[in-house]
Structure formats: C-alpha cells, structure tokens
C-alpha cells in the first residue's frame, strides 16, 4: 500500500468506492477503525450486518458492493508478520 494514494482527512486508499467508505464509516466512527482491521470480504460482510443490526447502521443498498469491494481489496489480511525462528543450531548457546 506505501505506492498507493492515501486520502489526507482519513489515510484511506484512494480507490473506487473510497468516497462511500470514509461518508458511510467515518459517519459514525474514526477511520482508523477500519484502517486498522484487517477482515476478508465475508468477515466484513458479516460485520456489517452486525453494525445494522445491533448498532444502527442504515441499510447501504446498491452501495454496499462498491463498499465491501473496496474493503476487501484495500483492507483484507496480509500475509506479513514476524520471520520464521531460527534453526536450533543458529542459536546461541544456553549456559547451565
């Protein structure tokens, strides 16, 4: 994501679809919310529905495509994280 265009109010990936992300997200919550989960489509989806079911949100329509294409493609998990442990014999030593 560093090559890609963030938007300056919500750090956001300026994409297609981004305009009804940060108006329908931010409506009720930073975006740093979104900006920090990391969820497939299915799992925002089903976040989603949560969201409407238990805190309010309104029905999203023909835009909740646009809007789970977007997440998924911008904020779906990534397969980066610590490194592999060394092998035993690169290890130091242990004193007893």
């Known amino acids: 994501m560093s090559e890609d265009k963030l938007d300056k109010d919500s750090g956001f990936v300026v ?5 009804l992300v940060k108006a ?3 409506a009720c919550h930073s975006a740093a919310l979104v900006t920090q989960n990391r969820m ?15 805190q309010g949100l309104w029905p999203l329509g023909e835009s909740e495509k646009v809007i789970l294409d977007y997440l998924a493609k911008h904020y779906s998990p990534t397969k980066t994280g ?7 014999h690169l290890m ?3 004193e007893k």
């Open 40 to 54: 497939n489509r299915e799992t925002w989806l089903e976040t989603i529905r949560w969201m409407q079911k238990s």
């Open 15 to 19: 994409d297609t679809g981004f305009e």
């Open 24 to 26: 329908n997200c931010t």
């Open 92 to 94: 130091p030593a242990v």
């Open 82 to 88: 610590r490194r592999k442990n060394l092998p035993a």
